[in-house]
């Protein structure tokens, strides 16, 4: 027995892997292959003529009868708590209503702002606890949560903890963003400055304190927050030792992805408006962009993001649900995957590594999640697949086999 395998737990044979350990280049396919798992991390993987002796009195083998292995799947932009519904507001669109009329009917964030108010800590806990099984089960085993529907220091602290209690209730690895910058409560009306200061001197400072976020994201935008109060907030965070990233050029370029690059944030998400000279700066900032095919397709938009511009510069490209209530009320991992390659026409290597490897990167955590590799966290996707391409191919059809989370199978 080699002194490499004696403290192996789990043994994957006769699988294929898709280590997606290339970027987005490869699958990094290994073939009639094998994969151990030791103290919760991959220990060893390689092809099963070149697997080790190991004592198979303590080792449980598991035999993937040629499935296939990736990285548990990371939804790197979500913003599951929230209250209510605006379901309402989808059939007054449809019915001709105008965004004006819906906001005068007291629609838009102000209704889910209203109603994540209202609800406590349990009501929002159970709502957004049916979404991220929804996730769960489609193999996504690492994810980002924002606040931002709270909107004053009370709410969006509740919002958090609810994410928070999320990642106790779940097998899966939540990452919280405090997104208090992400549109004007009707209470601040006309008075955008103050609100920011709210945020820099009250809240971000009882988050920090009390530890509730792991980054902090601003909406940088016409109908949000501007250059100067995007920085205000940015700011505030490098003093509390908090990455930040940004929602940017989704609707205009107001430069908020070249802002978000001098303070080396993780990401720039949505990005449709972005210019090359932005894109030259992510790229030096070694930051991600955020694709959101979900928000494109619900709000039947028609810029597309600027993928041949990224890929050019070899910005690394993830994607994500954004699954929130008013412009992605979507919880499907597979659905982005297929969106991502018909509608923004990623290649399914592309779209694959944006939900495992670029994904990670973009919440910090390309060191230890989004690949099989050697040293890995042990969150592993199996799939009933014949190949990879198949997660970009179909949805609506399940194929997950079985789901591990630092080692331990939970599906």
């Known amino acids: 027995m080699s002194t490499t395998t004696q403290h192996w737990q789990t043994l994957w044979t006769h699988v294929n892997l898709a280590t997606m ?56 932009h979500t913003h599951l708590v929230f209250g209510g519904h605006r379901a309402n507001e989808f059939e007054m669109r449809l019915e001709g209503k105008s965004y004006e009329e819906i906001a005068n009917a007291g629609g838009g964030i102000v209704s889910t702002v209203k109603a994540t108010r209202a609800a406590s800590e349990s009501e929002l806990f159970a709502s957004a606890h049916k979404r991220l099984t929804a996730l769960h089960q489609q193999g996504v085993t690492t994810l980002e949560i924002k606040s931002g529907y709270g909107l004053d220091t009370l709410n969006e602290i509740k919002m958090l903890k609810v994410a928070e209690q999320l ?159 008013g412009s992605s009320p979507i919880t499907s991992i597979q659905l982005m995957l297929n969106m991502a390659c018909t509608l923004f026409r990623l290649t399914p290597v592309e779209a694959l590594a944006a939900v495992t490897s670029q994904g990670a990167k973009a919440l910090g955590l390309a060191d230890c999640k989004g690949q099989l590799a050697i040293g890995y966290d042990a969150d592993i996707a199996c799939w009933d697949i014949q190949q990879p391409a198949e997660l970009c191919y179909q949805f609506g059809v399940n194929p997950l086999k079985q789901l591990m989370k630092a080692g331990k199978i939970v599906i």
């Open 21 to 76: 350990s290339d970027g987005a280049k490869s699958y990094g396919t290994i073939e009639q292959g094998a994969l151990a798992i030791a103290d919760g991390k991959i220990a060893w993987l390689g092809a099963m003529d070149e697997l080790p002796t190991f004592d198979q009195d303590v080792v449980e083998v598991i035999d993937g009868q040629g499935a296939w292995l990736t990285p548990g799947l990371v939804d790197c």
């Open 167 to 325: 990642a106790q209730s779940l097998p899966v690895t939540v990452r919280k963003t405090f997104l208090g910058a992400h549109a004007l409560p009707v209470e601040y009306k006309g008075r955008s400055d103050d609100y920011i200061d709210l945020i820099v001197t009250d809240m971000l400072p009882k988050v920090a304190s009390l530890k509730l976020a792991d980054a902090v994201d601003v909406f940088c935008e016409g109908i949000g927050f501007s250059i100067e109060q995007t920085e205000k907030v940015f700011t505030a965070a490098k003093k509390y030792n908090l990455p930040v990233k940004v929602h940017a050029e989704q609707l205009s370029n107001l430069g908020g992805t070249a802002l978000a690059a001098e303070y080396n944030a993780l990401s720039s998400d949505h990005i449709e408006f972005l210019d090359e000279a932005g894109i030259i700066a992510m790229k030096a900032a070694n930051m991600t962009a955020v694709l959101l095919p979900g928000a494109f397709y619900f709000l039947r938009e028609t810029q597309l993001p600027p993928i041949d511009l990224l890929r050019k510069h070899g910005v690394s490209m993830a994607i994500a649900t954004d699954a929130n209530p």
